[in-house]
């Protein structure tokens, strides 16, 4: 489903990540593998994709060319954080 039907690039679309017991995740990067794979099957090979999350993360893939049979995919960079020594088991998702 594209995102916006006005949008100048037919190659967006929203993407929602469902876990076999019903739960909505924010992100799956083998869902969003696949879901490229599918799409890009159907384009050329110098083809993109961009997906958007329930969460407006923007995933964008294309194809790294048909010899090859290789997906590039580019998921958006987190901030790092250091972790102060006995913290390990606190962390939050």
């Known amino acids: 489903k594209r995102r916006d039907s006005g949008s100048a690039n037919a190659n967006e679309y929203n993407i929602r990540y469902i876990t076999c017991n019903g739960t909505e995740v924010d992100l799956c990067g083998h869902a969003t593998l696949a879901a490229s794979s599918v799409v890009l099957q159907k384009m050329n090979e110098s083809a993109s994709v961009v997906f958007y999350t329930r969460n407006n993360v923007i995933l964008k893939a294309k194809s790294a ?21 006995g913290t390990e088991g606190r962390l939050q998702a």
């Open 65 to 85: 060319g048909t010899e090859t049979n290789k997906i590039m995919m580019e998921f958006p960079l987190k901030k790092v954080i250091a972790l102060q020594e």
